[in-house]
């Protein structure tokens, strides 16, 4: 298996400008997760997934976050207006049984940088 | 509120040495411990805990819970420059909600 895909793997954009994150999860996992890592603050979940579902988005930062999974295979993280502050790493994770304490699998994240 | 918190933010030592990493939580309903690695970008597990007292290993690196005092320890015996990287403790709860501590920078020198 390939683990999960992210693209793409930096993104350099300009304030104002709209951002589109994309995730393939692993085959067969039933959760999806989107993460944001900054030094300030570490790993911060934004929202997760259940069988394509969003389940918990309460660490959704604000109305210009919003995060889409129309199938198994496929999530989309958008931003729009993208702002400097929204300069970290993003990564997207899956895991075939979290809801029983499992481990999840990373993706290799996507850098994004807002001028 | 759930936490989860690591200790030391930051370690180095010289290869060869053997490194303890702590992770003490504050959760509701616990359900497991994990810990990762991260070296240059994507998390990478390493060990699950859900019982105090029983220890994993992998090569070099050892873990074990105590889930009376609430806190985890990562051992690496004879560290290798490879083992440089950012560990990560994550504390999963009946909640449904993973708490990632802010993780130990470790540095090896040769």
């Known amino acids: 298996d390939a683990g999960v895909i992210q693209s793409p793997r930096h993104e350099v954009t300009e304030m104002g400008q709209e951002v589109t994150l994309r995730c393939k999860p692993i085959s067969g996992h039933d959760y999806l997760f989107w993460y944001r890592q900054t030094m300030m603050r570490g790993l911060e979940l934004l929202i997760y997934?259940?069988?394509?579902?969003?389940i918990d988005d309460s660490g959704m930062p604000e109305d210009r976050f919003s995060a889409k999974m129309p199938n198994a295979s496929f999530s989309t993280l958008k931003i729009q207006p993208s702002e400097p502050r929204d300069s970290a790493v993003y990564f997207c994770?899956?895991?075939?049984?979290w809801g029983r304490g499992e481990k999840l699998f990373f993706g290799s994240g996507t850098q994004l940088s807002v001028l | 509120e759930d936490k989860v918190v690591q200790s030391p933010l930051s370690l180095v030592v010289h290869e060869g040495d053997t490194v303890t990493l702590n992770c003490s939580y504050e959760v509701t309903n616990f359900r497991s411990l994990l810990w990762y690695k991260q070296e240059k970008k994507a998390p990478t597990f390493l060990f699950m805990l859900?019982?105090?007292?029983i220890e994993k290993k992998s090569g070099r690196l050892s873990s074990i819970l105590d889930k009376k005092e609430l806190f985890s320890i990562l051992n690496i015996t004879a560290t290798q420059t490879g083992d440089s990287a950012i560990y990560l403790c994550?504390?999963?709860?009946?909640?449904?909600?993973?708490?990632f501590g802010a993780g130990t920078r470790l540095f090896v020198k040769a």
């Open positions: 994770a899956s895991s075939p049984d």
């Open positions: 859900t019982s105090s007292g």
């Open positions: 994550a504390v999963h709860t009946g909640g449904f909600k993973t708490i």
């Open positions: 997934f259940n069988n394509n579902v969003p």
